[in-house]
């Protein structure tokens, strides 16, 4: 079965830090991978998304970068904040019959920011 | 714009019981889910649908059974319930399977 390999699992990271996720897949067959944030009692929101077609893509303090080569996509949280405490997942997109898609998750990171 | 709508928000069935969640989606979107997520774990996808009358299973689909008659909703029903089905429930659509929009939740327990 197709995976997606997240990691850690958590992380605890202090005020003003700089919080990294990292992710491995499998499928080279993508072309979409979307980073999904989770609050608790909260359904999984979007976050950011990069194509394959860029290295890296940043919105205000999160960046998604992309090594096509190592198979891996990070997010990283800059100047880390306590309101970024949060489970974030990420995702490949890869297709499937009929010119249809599915998402392919990984396993989730809890990320705790101490004040 | 209400996005992806679930009901109930919380609900508790005995054993054996039978229920539906329901999900209703005002985007447009072609795309629906169903993903069950117990505590601290990730994501597993129980059924999808591609369209109004297609539907297909996904990782964990054994227990439950959905039909999508319309564009806009896509309930999710449990048959005989069992305390492995205790979970919550989340509700999902997109289009062309980018930008997942997700509902609420449903936090079920089965006793």
């Known amino acids: 079965q197709q995976q997606v390999k997240q990691s850690p699992q958590s992380l605890i990271v202090q005020k003003g830090g700089i919080s990294i996720i990292n992710c491995a897949y499998e499928?080279?067959?993508?072309?979409?991978f979307p980073w999904y944030q989770q609050f608790p009692g909260k359904g999984p929101a979007l976050l950011i998304a990069?194509?394959?077609d860029v290295s890296e893509k940043k919105e205000g303090r999160f960046t998604i970068s992309f090594n096509k080569s190592a198979k891996q996509f990070s997010l990283h949280i800059m100047d880390s904040q306590p309101g970024d405490s949060a489970t974030y997942f990420c995702a490949e997109r890869v297709p499937v019959m009929d010119s249809n898609y599915q998402l392919i998750w990984g396993a989730g990171t809890k990320l705790i920011i101490k004040p | 714009n209400a996005g992806v709508t679930q009901t109930p928000k919380f609900r508790i069935l005995k054993i054996g019981q039978s229920m539906t969640l329901q999900c209703t989606q005002d985007m447009n979107h072609n795309y629906m889910y169903w993903y069950r997520q117990d505590p601290g774990m990730g994501l597993k996808l129980i059924y999808y649908s591609v369209g109004a009358g297609i539907t297909d299973k996904g990782e964990v689909p054994n227990g439950y059974n959905v039909s999508r008659s319309t564009t806009e909703d896509f309930p999710l029903r449990l048959e005989l319930a069992a305390p492995s089905q205790t979970s919550v429930y989340f509700c999902?659509?997109?289009?062309?399977?980018?930008?997942?929009?997700f509902g609420s939740g449903t936090r079920l327990t089965v006793v």
């Open positions: 499928n080279t067959a993508f072309d979409y």
């Open positions: 999902a659509s997109s289009r062309q399977g980018e930008g997942y929009t």
């Open positions: 990069i194509r394959p």
